[in-house]
């Protein structure tokens, strides 16, 4: 089963900062996702990546492989940003299996 | 943009009852899950269903625990005798083609949140 690890847990910033958040998995996978959780609750997919980087909008997700690494990166920070943001892989790797998700990282963008 | 329906968005339920969540799924997907979020905690996952079995369960989901789809739109999770530890917020989830596919996408209903007195 794979772990996943966050960091950070929380992170408050200002508006217009660039944001950093990473994620690292214990696992080989075949691919990861970054979720949005927004205050009310409710989780939206934002990037499914097996390599390289992926960009939509003001955010950019990249994932190294061989490292077990991935990052979520967020430009131009607005207030509007401010959720829980997840990252997920593969529960066991086979098949249509779900997704082990990570403890999030709690983000506050200030005005 | 198409989206997943649950319902009721909150139930309140007695230990030791059974209750069922329900949801839609998307129309045209294949795979449906269930998740679940006790408050302050992580997202876990349940149960992942395709082709009318299971195709993968967590060890979250124990006997007490089934899903069924009842036709070719709803999705069930049944918990059959609740305890005090089932109460969250439990999410349903659909995708067109499997999670490890990397061109799909996951889309997640806005959750029941099951409190168990």
């Known amino acids: 089963k794979n772990e996943v690890e966050q960091s950070p847990q929380n992170l408050t910033a200002q508006e217009g900062e660039f944001i950093t958040i990473n994620c690292s998995y214990s696992v080989g996978i075949s691919a990861l996702h970054w979720l949005q959780q927004h205050p009310g609750g409710g989780i939206v997919s934002l990037f499914m990546?097996?390599?390289g980087k992926k960009k939509h909008g003001r955010l950019i997700a990249t994932i190294n492989i061989q490292e077990k690494h991935s990052s979520l990166h967020i430009t131009a920070s607005h207030p509007r940003d401010s959720a829980v943001y997840i990252c997920?892989?593969?529960?066991?790797?086979?098949?249509?299996?779900?997704?082990?998700f990570g403890k999030g990282t709690h983000l506050i963008i200030q005005p | 943009e198409p989206e997943v329906t649950q319902t009721p968005s909150h139930q309140v339920t007695q230990m030791g009852q059974e209750v069922i969540l329900r949801c839609v799924p998307i129309?045209?997907?294949?795979?449906f899950y269930w998740y679940r979020q006790i408050l302050g905690q992580k997202v876990e996952f349940l149960v992942s269903?395709?082709?009318?079995?299971?195709?993968?369960k967590s060890e979250i989901f124990d006997d007490q625990f089934s899903v069924e789809r009842p036709d070719g739109s709803n999705f069930t999770l049944k918990i059959r005798s609740t305890k005090l530890e089932d109460s969250a917020m439990y999410f349903c989830a659909s995708s067109e083609v499997a999670e490890h596919s990397t061109n799909e996408k996951l889309f997640f209903g806005s959750g029941t949140q099951l409190s168990v007195l």
């Open positions: 269903f395709y082709n009318n079995e299971i195709s993968e």
């Open positions: 997920a892989v593969p529960y066991s790797g086979g098949g249509a299996d779900g997704l082990t």
């Open positions: 129309s045209n997907h294949l795979y």
């Open positions: 990546l097996s390599s």
